[in-house]
């Protein structure tokens, strides 16, 4: 069976003040042993048919030509990648030099997800990130010109400070570039980074919860109007530009992850591994998988997961293939909720599924809760 590979690189040149990812800046001193950890690790656990790889972090364009260089040949030979359909990486502005655009290219990288964050130097400074506009620019038409024909631009919105003229532009400015595909994700503020004990002291606002959904309602139609549709909660796309990775993740099917931190999920199960840079090192220069715990997940959370993921798309559940896989028909297991949920005009139903209306987008996390509680 065809499966999805994540392959984690938690490196970065700086943290941002807003990140909770598993990402060391600065570490360029753990770049090689980390790659040697990463190929053993793909060793260990190869041999399947891949129909998707997605290289996240972090930031792995930060790592040196030669060293891609080897992930990306370390994949090919480690799985069979004959098939495989989409390889994303993801890149920040900066360091996607053309001797690194080149390398992704020969390593048959076919997607790119590049963080435009915000077109505004005062809020790219407010993140923390390290590039301005004129770097994402460059960056973006370079990569044009060495053919890269399948690009997402990330983009943030709910950044304090940030009014909705600011994120009018952001928006134009990026469709202006005609990417493929466009991501806006509301800025969540976690726990443990700068900006919560920034907030915290009163050295920064708190995010605005009305101005986040203007912005958010404003995106969507905005970029429905230049020909991206909302596929997924945070996702918009060109027709046939949707990035089958996530999807996996969003229809809760199995993949395999690779580095610190990285989750897999099959067969009922979930394991992850240590999010410790050394450990997992060392772990795998002994020969040992470097998994810090799994956990069997049953019927009923396999099917609730199932449910609030795929309601994050916009075709949301269908009702043949969820009868399919949990052998029993949603309407009737969940008919009071569901009954519910569409009297209050938080889901739509169709012939052959249900999904969120966008008054069930904007409170979709007491939607998901009706099927926790069932
Ligand atoms: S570039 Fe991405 S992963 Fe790295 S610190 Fe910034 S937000 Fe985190």
Not at 84 to 98: M, W
Request: glycine share 10%; charged share 25%; aromatic share 10%.
């Amino acid at each position: 069976m065809e499966s999805s590979l994540y392959v984690h690189i938690p490196f970065c040149i700086k943290k941002c003040l807003y990140c909770d990812f598993v990402s060391f800046p600065g570490r360029e001193d753990m770049h090689r042993r980390y790659v040697a950890a990463l190929l053993s690790e793909m060793a260990l656990r190869g041999g399947k048919t891949l129909r998707t790889v997605y290289i996240g972090g972090g930031t792995p364009t930060c790592l040196e030509p030669g060293l891609l260089h080897r992930v990306l040949e370390g994949v090919d030979r480690c799985f069979d990648t004959s098939n495989c359909i989409e390889k994303t990486i993801e890149a920040n502005p900066g360091t996607l030099s053309v001797g690194i655009l080149e390398t992704l290219k020969e390593g048959g990288i076919n997607r790119l997800s590049i963080g435009l964050q915000s077109w505004h130097p005062e809020e790219l400074k407010t993140l923390g990130r390290t590039h301005d506009r004129q770097t994402f620019v460059q960056s973006y038409k370079q990569a044009r010109k060495l053919g890269f024909d399948n690009i997402n631009i990330d983009l943030i919105f709910g950044i304090p400070g940030q009014t909705l003229q600011s994120w009018r532009k952001t928006l134009e400015a990026a469709a202006d570039l005609a990417p493929e595909h466009i991501s806006c994700y509301s800025l969540k503020i976690e726990e443990g980074t700068p900006f919560h004990s920034m907030i915290a002291g009163g050295a920064l606002e708190e995010p605005d919860t009305d101005l986040d959904r203007d912005m958010y309602h404003y995106a969507v139609e905005y970029l429905e109007g230049r020909g991206y549709e909302r596929y997924e909660i945070s996702n918009f796309a060109r027709k046939g530009r949707e990035c089958v990775h996530n999807m996996v993740y969003w229809e809760n099917r199995p993949y395999i992850g690779i580095g610190t931190a990285a989750h897999s999920h099959r067969e009922g199960m979930r394991m992850w591994n240590t999010p410790d840079l050394h450990r997992y090192c060392t772990l795998l220069d002994s020969g040992k998988l470097p998994v810090e715990g799994s956990e069997v997940i049953s019927p009923e959370t396999g099917m609730f997961e199932t449910i609030f993921l795929r309601l994050r798309t916009r075709r949301g559940i269908n009702f043949r293939e969820f009868e399919q896989e949990f052998g029993t028909d949603i309407r009737k297991l969940y008919s009071e909720q569901i009954e519910r949920l569409k009297k209050d005009g938080l889901i739509e139903m169709g012939q052959e599924g249900f999904w969120l209306t966008p008054r069930g987008i904007d409170l979709s996390n007491s939607v998901f809760v009706q099927f926790f509680i069932n």
